[in-house]
């Protein structure tokens, strides 16, 4: 700690004296976040935020937020799927989910709405920006952001007409078609259309059925109209749907490529959304938000159980396991927003003040080969927050923010094995911020934020009795922060230093009990450890050397630690690492244009290695990937050459611990997931 105190000082006092010497003239580009009440300056913004924009997405042709999320610090996900489907923020958020219900630790919004626990809805294409708001959202966004939120956007329409088309073709047989068509119908209705569809052989084959069963074909159909209803009114609305079928066939008792099942599995998912929003800013001090949305997804996530086929081994045992689920989300929210009229104390507070509801269902069906009868749930959640927040400029350089939040959570849960589970609670979360601007370009801040988590239970029929309930989580966030530019804003950074204090954490362990037949059952379940603590720094920045060079990069370092925790194998991990926070994570690139049609792009990430879970001590490994990007422009065309991890290095993505294999009979051990090998494509982007 106290060398973390003194780093922490360090480095603020670097900023402080940094930022005197910028010109408070200067003007600078502004990168707007959409995930804030208002849409605001990313440097006004007192807390860590990282955007990923449009650029990023396109250099390293990013079609899911997987393949991008890892350039912002201190930011992991899980597989144990065909796409990463679950997100951890600073070391806390879940991995996988086997049983309802689940409560998210980080959010996931796909334009206003609640996508937490299903990300393999995520697609990339069209999407403005990603933006990422590290840390507890307790004002922000309530329970569903203990760790922090995700918020993505896709592009609003235009007024000119414009329209595009992209074509992209890699190995394993990857080909991508899509296309907008995006302009104004009448001098007060706008509107946005767009479709992509990818298909792919996936990366893994199956040797015993002599083809690939980890294929992937995904798309996406979006829509979007901006309507002016008068001088005063504005009406946004959104609808999409989201189509993935994609295989699911990526362990084998061997940890390699090759698989030997015989009954592969898949990872569907079909999602319809529709969201409005309508604005009213006839009002001479404030204009009033609201805000409307419906998303109903169906997921089906199957896999053959024991991973062979059948005759492969005397001991051998043969199952399948399947887990289909209908979800249903409904949300609400009023909000009100004060305008520059509508400041208070003397024209220098600006307020919001809003109300929120969220309604889902979640129905489940399990299929599961050693079930007698299959395993249905329905688990019903209401959840509803008032909220407010003041940001104040206390004199020229200094100001105050103050958010706070209270959310009424209630649920139903029932299933066949007549588990009954009703649970109600009250929760409060929010923050405080004192910020100082050095200069019209620098921000400094110091805040403290408290996030919360909704308690809950575990379903499964086996556990036993003390392991079913688990309390809510609470976290306490203390961070110091300083955004700026300099060097004639050639130089970009943002920097914050974290410390968070958790209370009651909520952790996924694992139970395996043996079978009659001597294979073994895995039980995934949530409990709750004593404390913990996660500590870390987040930097991030850009540099414009010249009119042809630009550097980017960032740097993660994280340190977590549980306090008197033992786990259900009864190992005491008081002080060991939390499960996904590594050490330290980074990404650094480099554009170099060539000359007025040749770009070339080279970027370098890097992860430390990391435990897989709190139950057992698999880790992945230490890893670095290398993504380059070639492109030739002309006029209204775009050719780009592009590859993601060039020296195909084997990283890991996922890993449980137990046993598996008849070979030597089921004794435990590690098995993993492999992350995505060399890919190297061409994608031709059209734009008129």
Not at 252 to 279: A, C, E, M, Y
Not at 287 to 300: F, P
Not at 351 to 367: C, H, I, N, P, T
Not at 605 to 619: A, C, E, N, Q, T
Request: hydrophobic share 35%; with cysteine.
């Amino acid at each position: 700690m106290s060398r973390f105190l003194s780093t922490l000082i360090c480095l603020v006092s670097f900023c402080i004296s940094a930022s005197a010497q910028v010109d408070s003239a200067s003007e600078i580009e502004e990168i707007i976040v959409n995930a804030d009440y208002r849409q605001s300056s990313v440097r006004d913004i007192a807390s860590s935020v990282i955007v990923l924009d449009e650029n990023l997405i396109q250099r390293k042709n990013a079609q899911h937020l997987e393949d991008i999320l890892l350039s912002a610090p201190n930011v992991n996900f899980s597989s144990g799927a065909s796409r990463a489907r679950f997100y951890q923020i600073r070391g806390i958020g879940e991995r996988g989910q086997f049983s309802e219900p689940l409560n998210s630790s980080v959010g996931v919004i796909i334009d206003g709405l609640d996508f937490s626990g299903i990300g393999n809805a995520a697609m990339l294409y069209d999407v403005e920006q990603v933006e990422i708001l590290l840390g507890p959202q307790g004002t922000r966004y309530g329970s569903n952001a203990l760790a922090g939120l995700i918020n993505l956007q896709s592009k609003a329409p235009t007024h000119e007409t414009s329209y595009g088309l992209k074509l992209e073709s890699a190995n394993y047989n990857s080909t991508g078609l899509a296309g907008y068509l995006s302009g104004s119908a009448t001098e007060n209705l706008r509107y946005r259309l767009s479709a992509q569809n990818l298909e792919s052989d996936g990366f893994n084959t199956n040797q015993f059925l002599h083809k690939k069963t980890n294929k992937r074909n995904e798309g996406v159909v979006r829509g979007k109209l901006d309507w002016s209803l008068s001088d005063f009114t504005d009406l946004d609305i959104t609808a999409s749907t989201i189509d993935i079928d994609n295989g699911y066939d990526a362990f084998s008792l061997d940890n390699v490529r090759d698989t030997l099942s015989d009954q592969p599995g898949f990872d569907r998912q079909k999602s319809d959304i529709l969201s409005t929003k309508l604005s009213l800013s006839q009002f001479e001090s404030f204009k009033v938000e609201a805000l409307v949305g419906y998303a109903g997804s169906g997921t089906e996530y199957g896999y053959d159980e024991d991973w062979v086929f059948s005759g492969f081994h005397p001991w051998e045992y043969s199952s399948t396991d399947k887990y289909l689920r209908d979800r249903r989300t409904e949300s609400a929210e009023l909000r009100f927003v004060s305008t520059e009229s509508g400041m208070i104390f003397s024209e220098s507070t600006d307020w919001v003040f809003g109300l929120y509801s969220l309604a889902q269902e979640v129905d489940l069906k399990r299929v599961y080969t050693f079930l007698s009868n299959h395993f249905s749930s329905q688990y019903d959640l209401n959840r509803f927050a008032v909220y407010g927040e003041i940001n104040s400029r206390l004199n020229k350089n200094w100001g105050l923010s103050l958010g706070f939040r209270g959310e009424k959570y209630s649920a139903s849960y029932h299933d066949s094995n007549k588990v009954n589970y009703t649970p109600d609670e009250n929760l409060y979360g929010g923050k405080l911020a004192l910020t100082y601007k050095t200069s019209r370009n620098t921000l400094l801040y110091a805040s403290v934020s408290r996030g919360y988590k909704t308690g809950g239970f575990n379903a499964d029929g086996s556990l036993d009795s003390d392991l079913r309930e688990f309390d809510s989580e609470g976290l306490t966030n203390y961070e110091l922060g300083a955004k700026g530019s300099f060097i004639d804003e050639k130089l970009q950074t943002q920097l914050a230093l974290f410390f968070m204090d958790r209370d009651d954490v909520q952790i996924s362990s694992s139970v395996v009990r043996a079978r009659p037949d001597g294979s073994s059952e895995f039980i995934d379940y949530v409990g709750n450890a004593a404390s913990g603590t996660n500590y870390g720094l987040e930097l991030s920045t850009s540099f414009e050397a010249s009119d042809n060079f630009l550097f980017y990069g960032s740097l993660g370092l994280l340190r977590t630690q549980y306090e008197d925790f033992i786990n259900s194998a009864g190992d005491n991990l008081e002080g060991r690492q939390q499960a996904h926070a590594p050490n330290y994570q980074y990404t650094f690139g480099v554009d170099v244009r060539v000359n007025s049609k040749i770009e070339l792009g080279l970027n370098i990430l890097g992860k430390d290695s990391f435990y897989f879970s709190d139950s057992h001590s698999i880790r992945s490994e230490t890893y670095n990937l290398v993504n380059l990007n070639l492109s030739y422009t002309w006029n209204e065309w775009q050719l780009t050459l592009w590859g993601r991890n060039l020296s195909d290095e084997d990283y890991l993505v996922r890993g449980f611990y137990f046993g598996n294999d008849p070979r030597d009979s089921y004794t435990a051990k590690g098995y993993t997931q492999l992350g995505e090998p060399a890919r190297l494509g061409l994608t031709l982007n059209m734009d008129f």
